[in-house]
């Protein structure tokens, strides 16, 4: 995640930069997906859920062991996800002990079913921080999500929890389909007062995957991010609240380093590179860390077809400390890339963004991006061909046959 906000702050109040990310023990940040339940059906879903109940789900029991073992390993952040989290029969249990256990305890929800009871107890509970996706507005978020009504019914939810005091967050996939809606999921955001703002850009897993041709062409995402850059100034330099960070794209960064460039002198642009350089850019495997509703652990939420082990056989913290090949391979730094990221001058700020692009597109994990949406002159490399983004046909490529 590229905290864009938060980094632009750097500009007005500058800190010290903290030690490169990978050269200390890393706990992640957890994202569970407690169910793959859900009533929506979104088109870029990469657990493709669906409104009936998945076997092997993880047992009350199981879940809390699991809790427990992430609050002795001490993690700095838990999200609890799905599918539609609230569609687990035992969710505000799970929370009420993570709650007790975590620093940082998040919500990831379509927002549809947040009203009365189910709001209540989410501000009981105290989470830091609730995610509701929006997709568009109206129409266009009912049909990416596939269900009609699916826009007033999550907006309510965004409602339910500013009343109640919950700090609220917009969650938004831009593609070809939904990328005419970020001015209105802006002004959105001030009519609403929501806090924080989170555009996520289409990873090929899951339905996203099947959907990748629908992905924003690269000017589309330029301007985007243009859009993202205006705002988030707006609210550093006015003080304006509204956090803004992105998803998937580590690229964004790079492309915030542009922006800077353009706008301010050397000596910022050479404090602000050091700030991303230490953040590293793509953290999956290091800094991010996917349980599934079977308990199966992967390296972040896209990676579903690599399993590192299961909670049910064995704790979290040991899986994630252990001698896990792939693991070791994603927490390689410089990670050894290819094509256009291998030769990019702003790898060591990117990380060589998402691999999981690269693999199905390609079968090799290493390969170039096809998501980066920068130049060859802002990358500092000459002219090269691009991978283009071809259609699903049905063929998903295994990591570990890739990898090993
Ligand atoms: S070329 Fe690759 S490493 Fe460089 S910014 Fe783009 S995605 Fe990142």
Not at 54 to 75: N, V, W
Not at 194 to 206: C, N, P, R, T
Not at 303 to 315: F, L, Q, R
């Amino acid at each position: 995640m590229f905290r864009l906000t938060e980094y632009m702050r750097q500009l007005i109040d500058p800190s010290s930069v903290r030690a490169k990310r990978g050269s200390g023990p890393v706990k992640p940040v957890v994202i569970w997906n407690l169910t793959r339940r859900c009533n929506l059906k979104c088109r870029h879903c990469y657990t493709v859920s669906a409104d009936v109940n998945f076997p092997g789900e993880l047992s009350h029991q199981q879940a809390m062991d699991t809790l427990e073992d992430l609050g002795r390993f001490k993690i700095p952040a838990l999200i609890l996800s799905g599918g539609e989290p609230l569609d687990r029969k035992d969710l505000f249990q799970i929370a009420t002990r993570a709650r007790q256990l975590v620093r940082m305890l998040a919500l990831s929800t379509n927002g549809t079913k947040i009203h009365g009871e189910a709001a209540d107890r989410i501000a009981e509970i105290g989470f830091d921080y609730v995610g509701i996706s929006l997709d568009g507005i109206g129409a266009t978020n009912d049909w990416f999500r596939g269900v009609e009504g699916a826009f007033s019914d999550a907006l309510r939810g965004v409602r339910e929890c500013k009343k109640r005091g919950i700090k609220v967050g917009l969650r938004f996939c831009l593609t070809e389909g939904t990328h005419h809606h970020l001015p209105d999921l802006l002004k959105l955001c001030d009519d609403e007062g929501v806090d924080k703002f989170y555009l996520s850009h289409l990873v090929y897993a899951g339905r996203g995957d099947k959907h990748r041709g629908e992905d924003a062409a690269h000017r589309r995402t330029r301007h985007a991010l243009d859009l993202l850059l205006d705002r988030a100034w707006v609210a550093v330099a006015e003080d304006a609240p509204l956090d803004i960070v992105t998803g998937n794209n580590d690229a964004d960064a790079g492309y915030f380093l542009q922006w800077v460039a353009r706008n301010f002198d050397a000596d910022r642009v050479a404090h602000l590179r050091e700030h991303l350089a230490a953040w590293g850019g793509n953290s999956s495997g290091l800094g991010v860390a996917n349980i599934d509703n079977l308990g199966r652990v992967h390296p972040d939420t896209y990676w579903s077809d690599y399993t590192i082990g299961n909670v049910k056989t064995a704790p979290f913290s040991e899986l994630w400390t252990g001698e896990d090949p792939m693991l070791a391979m994603l927490r390689t730094r410089p990670r050894p890339l290819k094509g256009r990221c291998g030769s990019c001058t702003l790898r060591d700020v990117c990380g060589g963004n998402t691999r999981i692009r690269a693999l199905q597109l390609t079968g090799d994990p290493w390969a170039e991006d096809p998501a980066c949406y920068l130049s060859d002159a802002e990358i500092g490399v000459t002219s090269t061909e691009r991978l283009a983004v071809k259609p699903f046909r049905g063929k998903r490529h295994d990591p570990a046959h890739q990898f090993f």
